[in-house]
């Protein structure tokens, strides 16, 4: 097998076994027997377990993050260099419900994977995650621009909160639809970006800024 086949074997089957069965569960030797190759094949391509993980997050991720910067960008420029925050918010977590949710993406290996390192708490991806952040500095200023009346600590906030509304709407989508008896559709991904913008935006822009912490109440 050709070098770059090889390299694509190999990713193709982690990428399935991990979204099949998590990241703790799945050896190296399971990839290699999945990618029908050798172990030094990985070795060589790879060097670690944790290297290919981050190899295939990085690869998803540059995805979404494009997909965000494109639509944020579009909007921009549409609106004459400033955008409504509606619509930051819709660009920032538009394209992760999109990739993850809905019946059709939710089966894909791809949107399983992602689903995964949502969940699931690695080394490889957390470092990743924790490093790879300009493109949030660039929703963080947009989202300044939009409402300039805002601290930079309610900003950052905010874009803090509409991630977690988004992640953790993914990660919990099947504990959702059972407490909801199904009246919460998961399957319908565009209802769900719009409450969660919906969310997110009040909480910017309800309010005096005041760029502290609400003052604790005691408790008798």
């Not at 910067?69 to 920032?92: D, F, W, Y």
């Not at 990739?99 to 399983?112: I, V």
């Not at 953790?168 to 719009?194: N, P, Q, Y």
Request: aromatic share 4%; proline share 3%.
């Amino acid at each position: 097998m050709a070098s770059d086949q090889t390299r694509s074997a190999i990713l193709a089957a982690a990428e399935r076994l991990y979204a099949d069965r998590g990241f703790g569960d799945v050896t190296l030797r399971d990839i290699v027997a999945e990618a029908d190759v050798n172990l030094a094949a990985v070795n060589y391509h790879f060097g670690s377990k944790d290297e290919l993980i981050a190899e295939l997050f990085v690869t998803r991720s540059i995805a979404t993050n494009r997909e965000r910067l494109r639509e944020l960008k579009a909007a921009e420029e549409q609106g004459g260099g400033r955008a409504p925050i509606e619509v930051i918010l819709r660009a920032l977590v538009g394209p992760t419900l999109r990739g993850c949710l809905g019946p059709e993406n939710q089966r894909s290996t791809a949107a399983r994977f992602m689903i995964r390192a949502s969940i699931e708490s690695v080394p490889p991806i957390r470092r990743i995650k924790n490093r790879e952040i300009d493109h949030l500095r660039k929703f963080a200023n947009a989202m300044r621009r939009a409402l300039p009346e805002r601290s930079d600590e309610e900003i950052y906030w905010g874009l803090h909160f509409a991630l977690a509304m988004a992640h953790h709407t993914i990660r919990e989508s099947e504990r959702l639809t059972k407490l909801s008896d199904g009246r919460c559709d998961l399957d319908d991904v565009d209802a769900i970006i719009e409450r969660v913008v919906s969310v997110a935006a009040t909480a910017l822009t309800a309010g005096k800024a005041t760029g502290k912490a609400p003052a604790r109440v005691a408790v008798r």
